[in-house]
């Protein structure tokens, strides 16, 4: 596809159960970045992954959040034993060397902890 | 760390309207700085973006946005905002290489 793709859409989990969340960047762009969205709190940075180097994991809010990126493409973030506090919508973005140009948003997966 | 504020959470406006919207962020130095706009049910695009040169970016749909290094600001504007500009709008501004650092956005409503 021509943008940044992210699956599921929705999903709606119980409190403590474990959730994948997918992205698939743009074809070409080195560059892969997840944001979580809450209400009023406007875009929170989680993780950045650029070609092979080492992740930058600094914006991860706490060990339950993992995220990997395979092949240098697809990337999927794990939250393991939601909390109804991890309820956001979840953004993925990736952009196209070099490395810091204009980021491209996908539409998100929201995600309702009950 | 960069921070961004934003200061106006809600708006509303008639057709017709000027607009404006606050953005500041918190230290100098080189700064590349962006509006970003979430249409309802759409995801994130960019607007503008500022990185050097002229102060005073043009961006898509009308909107302009304009970089004061004395003030820490890049205030978006529009002189006449239409129905369809209802959105919410978010000022970043990118802290090193790579890391954008967002306000927590403007919902931008616009009355027929």
Known sequence: GAGVSQSPSNKVTEKGKDVELRCDPISGHTALYWYRQSLGQGLEFLIYFQGNSAPDKSGLPSDRFSAERTGGSVSTLTIQRTQQEDSAVYLCASSPPPTGNTIYFGEGSWLTVV | ?112
């Open chain 2, 1 to 112: 760390a960069q921070s961004v504020s934003q200061h106006n959470h809600h708006v509303i406006l008639s057709e017709a309207a000027s607009l404006e919207l606050g953005c500041n962020y918190s230290y100098g130095g080189t700064v590349n700085l962006f509006w970003y706009v979430q249409y309802p049910g759409q995801h994130l695009q960019l607007l503008l973006k500022y990185f050097s040169g002229d102060p005073l970016v043009k961006g898509i749909k009308g909107f302009e946005a304009e970089f004061i290094k004395s003030k820490f600001s890049f205030n978006l504007r529009k002189p006449s905002v239409q129905w369809s500009d209802t959105a919410e709008y978010f000022c970043a501004v990118k802290e090193g290489t790579y890391k954008y650092i967002f306000g927590t956005g403007t919902r931008l409503k616009v009355l027929a």
